[in-house]
């Protein structure tokens, strides 16, 4: 059975989950430096629209997804005339899907270590001529890195883990859109319990590697008395 995997669909997934780690990290760094050193009315409003795929139901999150990218709205139709790219049914569909999915996931864990970060730290930077991407950069960052390592990892695998926001943007396209959790639905929906249970494993395993990995992490940065 095993010589007949298909695995294709892992790797779509650690693909996706791969670019939307990394595009997101770059979008949620201002943003979650934002949140943490702002004491502006607007505030909890911006925290509650970063934390909302958090609560909402995945197939609706993506059907307002789906509306947004379709070649009909304002945005599917601007990306289709001005760079010939489609984003529904297609890999650059799910990216952007993705990046709204797992947005609270990467930065929720970045705003919280920066908030844990001594303020004093942070103004004998600026009184030292440090510009405010410099002391990001420089000391914030560095002094994070059990907030950074959590949000990059836990970004990639809630990504690798999607499902609903993933077939109703992206469907199921072999080797395009069929990702690892697509493929499981699938193969229980033709009753394939067996190819079903071997991807199944691999996902419980990945994942569990995957937390472990972050508590080991976090557990040696207490014991060495760094903040968590």
């Not at 997934?13 to 502006?40: H, R």
């Not at 947004?68 to 529904?88: D, I, M, Q, R």
């Not at 899907?97 to 270590?113: R, T």
């Amino acid at each position: 059975m095993l010589e007949n995997l298909d695995i294709v669909p892992f790797i779509l997934s650690f693909k996706l989950a791969a670019v939307t780690t990394v595009i997101l990290f770059i979008l949620s760094l201002p943003l979650a430096w934002y949140l943490s050193q702002s004491t502006a009315k607007k505030k909890p409003f911006l925290e509650a629209v970063t934390a909302l795929p958090i609560v909402l139901p995945p197939s609706v999150l993506g059907f307002y997804i789906l509306v947004v990218l379709s070649p009909n709205s304002v945005v599917g139709a601007f990306f289709e005339t001005l760079f010939g790219v489609k984003l529904v049914f297609s890999f650059t569909g799910l990216v952007v899907a993705s990046c709204f999915y797992s947005l609270p996931f990467m930065v929720q864990p970045l705003q919280s270590g920066f908030e844990s970060l001594n303020k004093h730290m942070l103004e004998a930077s600026y009184l030292a001529g440090k510009s405010r991407l410099q002391t990001v950069f420089r000391i914030a960052l560095p002094n994070i890195k059990p907030s950074l390592v959590t949000a990059l990892i836990i970004t990639f695998a809630h990504t690798v883990g999607e499902f609903g926001v993933v077939l109703m943007v992206g469907g199921s396209i072999p080797g395009e859109t069929k990702v690892a959790s697509v493929a499981i639905y699938e193969m229980v929906e033709v009753m394939e319990y067996g190819t079903a249970h071997i991807y199944s494993a691999v996902m419980v395993l990945m994942s569990f590697i995957v937390l472990l990995s972050v508590y080991i992490f976090n557990h040696t940065q207490r014991k060495i008395g760094l903040p968590s």
